[in-house]
Nanobody, 127 residues
């Protein structure tokens, strides 16, 4: 089993920045591809970004490309989502997710590609 715990959410003004963290425990972290998703009220959960187990591949959704960056520190068993130039439409609950990937290069972009999920952290962008 893998436990994922997000932190770093909160209230931020438009144009501001936040860094979300997701700490993992339980198994070899570098064997897991990690993803970030978000879900706003009344909307489906959407992929935001992801990173391969080895850290060599990252993907970000078009809606956040150039503003959000996914990174990881395997020594700390932590994946990050750096968010800049935040907009009100970025308001959502943000979830991190993990999936075992022995190749260490795969990055699923669909939620069904992940087996492990955190509890989510609220991000609110408002003045």
């Amino acid at each position: 089993q893998v436990q994922l715990v997000e932190s770093g959410g909160g209230l931020v003004q438009p144009g501001g920045s936040l860094r979300l963290s997701c700490a993992a425990s339980g198994r070899t972290f570098s064997s897991f591809a990690m993803g970030w998703f978000r879900q706003a009220p009344g909307l489906e959960r959407e992929f935001v970004g992801g990173i391969s187990g080895g850290g060599g591949r990252t993907y970000t959704a078009d809606s956040v490309k150039g503003r959000f960056t996914v990174s990881r520190d395997n020594a700390k068993n932590t994946v990050y989502l750096q968010m800049t130039s935040l907009k009100p439409e970025d308001t959502a609950v943000y979830y991190c997710a993990g999936t075992l990937d022995a190749s260490m290069v795969r990055v699923p972009v669909a939620s069904r590609g992940y087996e492990y999920w955190g509890q989510g952290t609220q991000v609110t962008v408002s003045s």
